[in-house]
């Protein structure tokens, strides 16, 4: 196996010197750029991800049917609002998707979440991030990071190592909306968040990449703008393109549907991108639409074969016939029986907040989980198997490298094309930075010289 091969030498470098040295550039590094979740440094191990030519070739070609199945029912969904009520939207979300943005596609700037077991091929994604997806900027920063430790110098002098950039196609893509809306000139980006965010170290990153470009940027906290005559302003700086990264349940459940940021979106007095309609698809039921067999007569050929593929069996749990490998079942009493084989997810949540594993939880513990999904939009889906890979870690007593599961999660430009792609690491099956655990490393792409 070639990708094993490529680990092994990179693991065969690190004496315990060669580790400390790069440990302590790396933590110097990570200070000195801001690389920190909250106040926790984003890497804590010292191997980036790698990946094959051949396996980012087949992850780029994989998702691309999958995208213009996603575009589908995203399309047809705002048309038709029979369609529309298998995505859970509540009454605001109703309201806000009716406007249109201004310009082309409902999810512009997105991530699609999954799991890539490379020695199978196997690939599986269970979550599509189409509202805010992060990280982009920190990836970049870690790249520049990592070819600068002294035991990635050494591994490249038998490996080709290309890194897999995103910042300037998180521009473009701001650009080209802003563009389409009828913006003309450079405009003034706010980057729209909550101040207290553990994010804020990424925006930060972006604003100076973005001022790099010659485009003005200032990070803005949504409580701190107010809308006066056609303007969208803080202070005295005129916002006429929001980079959105505030989640929209957050904002309108702390300003309401009359407030600064949705009145000048709403007048069109302000270009924001990912749009309102971007909640379609962040939805989780957006998955049980696209695997649900009653709308499988939506999809062409190839996006079928994709979909069967690469998204695992996810339906909404409610109370109803459906099938599972082909066959008929009664959704609930099956959710009971096969609990070992089921995830429950929450329709509109991040974080891996509301997720129960089926395998990790008792028979009585899982029923009164179903019961409350059955409260509640929730979706149901099948466990997919979680890779691991080996990665070293310089702890008290030396360097130690033991397996940790990761995922695989593609950056989507243009809701038609990935550029790049983020990976976490874990000891956790949840796998989430923003639930406490892990760790982010950059992914490159290698090749034997």
């Not at 939506?298 to 690469?310: C, V």
Request: net charge negative; proline share 6%.
């Amino acid at each position: 196996m070639a990708l094993r091969e490529a680990i092994r030498t990179y693991h065969d470098l690190l004496t315990e010197e060669l580790a400390a040295e790069s440990q302590g550039q790396l933590a110097e590094q990570m200070q000195m750029r801001g690389l920190f979740f909250g106040d926790r440094p984003l890497c804590t191990v010292l191997r980036p991800r790698f990946l094959l030519p051949e396996q980012y070739t087949f992850l780029r070609k994989a998702i691309r049917p999958l995208l213009g199945a996603f575009d589908k029912i995203s399309e047809l969904a705002v048309q038709d609002a029979e369609f529309r009520k298998q995505f859970g939207l509540v009454d605001w979300e109703e309201e806000l998707i009716r406007h249109d943005p201004g310009y082309r596609g409902h999810t512009p700037l997105t991530r699609l979440d999954a799991f890539f077991v490379t020695d199978t091929g196997e690939l599986k994604f269970t979550e599509y991030n189409a509202e805010v997806p992060a990280a982009s900027a920190y990836s970049d920063v870690l790249t520049e990071v990592f070819y600068g430790l002294p035991v990635m110098g050494m591994f490249m002098r038998e490996y080709v190592v290309r890194p897999l950039p995103t910042r300037h196609a998180v521009l473009h893509v701001l650009m080209r909306a802003y563009r389409q809306w009828g913006g003309t000139g450079k405009p003034n980006i706010a980057i729209l968040d909550w101040a207290e965010v553990p994010t804020h170290s990424e925006f930060e990153l972006f604003m100076q990449y973005f001022q790099s470009q010659g485009v003005a940027c200032e990070i803005v906290d949504p409580r701190e703008v107010e809308y006066r005559h056609g303007r969208l302003v803080h202070g005295d700086y005129h916002i006429n393109l929001i980079y959105k990264r505030v989640l929209i349940t957050e904002l309108i459940e702390r300003g309401g549907l009359d407030q600064p940021v949705v009145n000048a979106v709403r007048d069109g007095a302000v270009c924001m991108v990912n749009p309102w309609r971007c909640k379609l698809l962040y939805k989780k039921m957006s998955l049980a639409v696209l695997s649900d067999e009653e709308n499988a007569h939506l999809f062409d050929e190839t996006e079928t074969a994709a979909i069967q593929a690469h998204i695992p069996w996810t339906r909404t749990v409610e109370e109803r016939k459906t099938t599972y490998g082909g066959l008929p079942i009664d959704l609930i009493p099956f959710m009971h029986k096969y609990k070992d084989q089921l995830v429950l997810k929450p329709n509109d949540d991040y974080g891996g907040h509301g997720i129960v594993l089926g395998w990790q939880t008792n028979a009585s513990g899982w029923e009164t989980a179903v019961q409350e999904a059955l409260k509640a939009p929730y979706i149901v889906q099948e466990r997919v198997a979680i890779p691991t890979e080996p990665y070293p870690s310089l702890l008290e007593g030396g360097l130690h490298i033991y397996d940790r599961m990761l995922d695989t999660a593609p950056f989507i430009f243009h809701g038609n094309y990935v550029d790049g792609c983020l990976t976490r690491l874990s000891t956790d099956p949840l796998l989430n930075v923003s639930a406490g655990g892990g760790s982010t490393v950059p992914t490159f792409v290698v090749e034997k010289r």
